[in-house]
């Protein structure tokens, strides 16, 4: 979806709660009555803030995924709208609280729709060719193929150094590509930067290889990547986010640490049944800049079982059948809001990995120690993007994810990994 798409989208769902104003004077309110704007305009802020979060209206070709994420975009903001009338009572009718929700689950379903039905005749998604060496090509179709959870493109075809480099042109039209990758011999190579700018000039996007993976699959290609890329700005290391990062730290750690006092008997009982031995471990983590420290979790594994060296699968033997329900629901992370409090941990970050796997981790992935300039998180892009991490395979990848986190750490993005971690275990299940 083009940004001119999604501005237009934006800006009819900044206009809806003024339509339900409009509504509202005409058909509900007194005579002559009228209504302040400021609480509409704060209303119209929500409306577009939760579109952005939470990406919708969707790319896809499905309408099912489409409907979904639109009911979820209207009841967030039903809820917070809802939930402000307890401090603001005053504020808005409850009349145009419900007719802004339902207005805004119109127009996504409906404007979702027409986005459906233009990827389904499109091909389904935007259609990639890339011009990149046998190496990078092998890496990049092993990427795209177990890549992110929600592919919004096609590898269309890859072309080699040991390709005719003259038939670029006339490959790209005949798979209908959308957009051209080059990588970096390539986009050095004469002949190349010709053809390059004549696509341009007809409509094709031309990408760097960094920059595809970075746009389209939401992570730094480690192969690629020189030493100067992760040399930029840390948003955390300065300005005004890290402080308003700690206190939106501080106040979801407070709430989580309310719903652990709640569970916490229920979890007791559980572990006297399923576990029988201590509810709690701890296990020393690297931090941040490098820093050690011990991490909080309620205990998933037999007694005695969380020293034995090897990485931890989904499936297990050491985890017992009351640990499997405890990691499924996410229920045994509750604990770390006490690493949240004491400035450990943040709500959002790279996991921080255990001690003896960071140090071989380090040795053998470039680029890896890059993780630590942020402070390490509860949940990360890597965790919503990407599945459980069970060997070193699946550490690299994961790398590339939060080495995209370090270079791209906003508040925005932080909004929107927390919105994509909620939907993963409301929605998807977990993971």
């Not at 419900?98 to 409906?110: H, M, P, Q």
């Not at 296990?283 to 820093?291: I, L």
Request: glycine share 8%.
């Amino acid at each position: 979806m083009s940004n001119r798409t999604r501005l237009a989208c934006i800006t009819v769902i900044a206009v809806l709660p003024f339509v339900a104003r409009w509504a509202h004077q005409e058909f509900r309110a007194p005579s002559g009555t009228r209504e302040g704007v400021t609480s509409y305009l704060l209303l119209a802020l929500l409306c577009v803030g939760v579109t952005a979060v939470m990406e919708v209206p969707v790319r896809a070709s499905s309408l099912s995924r489409v409907v979904v994420s639109s009911t979820g975009a209207a009841l967030t903001v039903l809820g917070a709208t809802a939930t402000s009338q307890v401090f603001f009572p005053a504020s808005l009718p409850r009349f145009v609280i419900l007719l802004t929700a339902l207005l805004v689950l119109f127009w996504l379903v409906a404007f979702g729709a027409v986005i459906a039905v233009s990827v389904r005749r499109a091909g389904g998604s935007e259609r990639v060719v890339a011009v990149i060496n046998a190496k990078d090509a092998a890496q990049l179709e092993l990427d795209v193929e177990d890549g992110p959870f929600e592919q919004r493109f096609t590898l269309a075809a890859t072309i080699v150094p040991d390709d005719d480099y003259e038939e670029i042109g006339e490959l790209c039209r005949s798979v209908r590509a959308t957009t051209l990758v080059l990588g970096p011999a390539a986009s050095v190579h004469p002949e190349v930067v010709r053809q390059a700018e004549q696509l341009h000039g007809e409509g094709l996007r031309v990408r760097s290889l960094d920059d595809f993976y970075d746009e389209s699959l939401g992570k730094l290609p480690l192969t690629t990547l020189d030493r100067f890329a992760m040399m930029g700005d840390i948003e955390s290391l300065h300005g005004g986010y890290a402080p308003l990062k700690r206190a939106i730290d501080l106040a979801l750690a407070l709430l989580g640490g309310v719903l652990l006092i709640v569970i916490l008997p229920i979890v007791l009982v559980g572990n006297l049944l399923g576990n029988r031995g201590a509810l709690f471990f701890r296990q020393e983590r690297v931090g941040r800049m490098g820093e050690p420290f011990r991490i909080w979790k309620l205990r998933t594994m037999s007694p005695g079982a969380v020293d034995v060296s090897g990485w931890t699968a989904n499936d297990d033997p050491r985890i017992t059948p009351f640990g499997k329900l405890l990691r499924r629901t996410h229920i045994d992370e509750l604990p770390q809001v006490i690493n949240i409090f004491l400035g450990e941990l943040a709500v959002v970050g790279p996991r921080p990995e255990q001690v003896t796997y960071a140090q071989q981790l380090d040795e053998k992935l470039p680029f890896y120690s890059a993780r630590h300039l942020v402070r390490p998180g509860l949940t990360g892009w890597a965790q919503v993007k990407y599945r459980y991490a069970a060997s070193e395979e699946d550490a690299y990848v994961k790398l590339q994810y939060d080495l995209h986190y370090v270079r791209h750490e906003s508040l925005a993005t932080d909004l929107r990994i927390i919105w994509l971690t909620v939907r993963h275990i409301l929605i998807d299940g977990g993971r």
